[in-house]
């Protein structure tokens, strides 16, 4: 039987505290809380639907390492006992196999490239780009 969410209607016309009760689809929705009487309406919720992009589905992607590979994704999940993060997923050659998480403005190994390029003005780049010439 499905559940709906209702909710209390205050006296000044705002919305108080929430509810949910089982009801069949064909009963009218509830005007009045069962137990205390004040009044309610109903909160239209969006279904539970099961489809491709679901919340269940992505969730059962991400934690796919054949579908994380297949897509082109590398996946990293830290080791709690040295806090370093390990490759779990994903083959491409220039993502580190290891890696500390990085302190404060530091860079993760490959974002310096990421981030940086030929037009970037930063500190960093110019320092660089003047050594490369």
Do not use: W
Request: net charge negative; glycine share 10%.
């Amino acid at each position: 039987m499905p559940v709906f969410v209702y909710c209390i209607v205050n006296p000044d016309g705002s919305d108080g505290a929430t509810l949910e009760i089982e009801q069949s689809f064909g009963d009218a929705p509830l005007t009045r809380h069962p137990l205390t009487g004040e009044p309610l309406r109903r909160v239209l919720t969006p279904a539970g639907l099961v489809t491709r992009y679901g919340e269940g589905e992505i969730r059962r992607k991400v934690n796919d390492s054949r579908e994380l590979e297949r897509l082109g994704f590398t996946r990293y999940e830290r080791d709690p006992a040295s806090g370093r993060y390990f490759k779990t997923a994903g083959t491409d050659p220039n993502a580190p196999e290891s890696f500390a998480k990085p302190r404060g403005d530091e860079l993760l190994p490959h974002e310096a490239d990421l981030l940086h390029g030929d037009g970037c003005t930063c500190s960093h780049c110019r320092g660089k780009h003047h050594h490369d010439h």
